[in-house]
């Protein structure tokens, strides 16, 4: 079964300093992964997506996650964090069965300080 | 153009009761979930609905839970007899229904439910 750890329930950064949101993966397979972003009283938005291409996957709002097959991770990383990057990420991976049934971790709160 | 709503965005009720929270999916959307968000843990995949095929139930996690799509459009899911485990909030979401590719689902703001 796949399923996907994150590692920390809460990270707290400065603004203007790099975030990083760890992600580890256990699939069976060649896994498809996502990062999602929730908002206070907003709806789950896709950040990004890993699906077999380039390792390195660019997303909206400047994030990216680099797929390592060998650490089993997909790391979610920003250079540089804004006050508007406060929110819930979730680390997803799909189902072999399609890409319908998402597999979600338990979410990493980032709290951004002035 | 908009997006997945839901309502009620609260719901309070006692526990034994029964409750239906409702879903409207992006339109033209073919394909339409439901997820719990339990405190503390991640989203939870409940039921997919696809076209007019049979639904996919297997995350349901008891007989007293079920949902419908009329029309192919607006989604119920109806709790019976509810628990107090039952509290959380519950998220649907929608996509185009792409086979054999990325489809990348669009969620809802969510249903908060508390069972008192």
């Known amino acids: 079964a796949q399923s996907v750890t994150q590692l920390d329930s809460h990270v707290s950064v400065s603004e203007g300093t790099p975030v990083l949101l760890r992600c580890n993966y256990s699939s069976s397979y060649s896994p498809s992964l996502f990062w999602y972003v929730q908002h206070p009283n907003k709806g789950l938005q896709l950040l990004l997506k890993?699906?077999?291409?380039?390792?390195l996957v660019k997303g909206i709002n400047g994030f990216e996650a680099e797929f390592k097959k060998s650490e089993t991770s997909f790391h979610l990383t920003k250079p540089s964090a804004h006050m508007s990057d406060a929110a819930e990420y979730f680390c997803?991976?799909?189902?072999?069965?399609?890409?319908?049934?998402?597999?979600f971790g338990t979410g990493t709160r980032l709290l951004v300080s002035p | 153009g908009a997006g997945v709503s839901q309502s009620p965005s609260n719901k309070v009720t006692e526990k034994g009761k029964d409750v239906e929270l409702r879903c409207d999916p992006i339109s033209g959307h073919t394909a339409l979930y439901w997820y719990r968000q339990s405190l503390g843990q991640g989203l939870e995949f409940l039921i997919y609905?696809?076209?007019?095929?049979?639904?996919?139930k297997s995350g349901l996690p008891s007989d007293r839970f079920s949902a419908e799509r009329t029309g192919g459009s607006v989604s119920t899911l109806t709790i019976q007899r509810t628990q107090q485990e039952d509290s959380a909030v519950y998220l649907c979401?929608?996509?185009?229904?792409?086979?054999?590719?990325?489809?990348?689902?669009?969620f809802g703001p969510g249903t908060r439910l508390t069972v008192l």
């Open positions: 609905f696809q076209g007019n095929s049979a639904p996919d």
């Open positions: 890993y699906t077999s291409a380039a390792t």
């Open positions: 997803v991976v799909s189902d072999p069965s399609g890409f319908q049934k998402l597999v």
């Open positions: 979401a929608s996509s185009r229904g792409a086979s054999g590719m990325f489809d990348e689902q669009f």
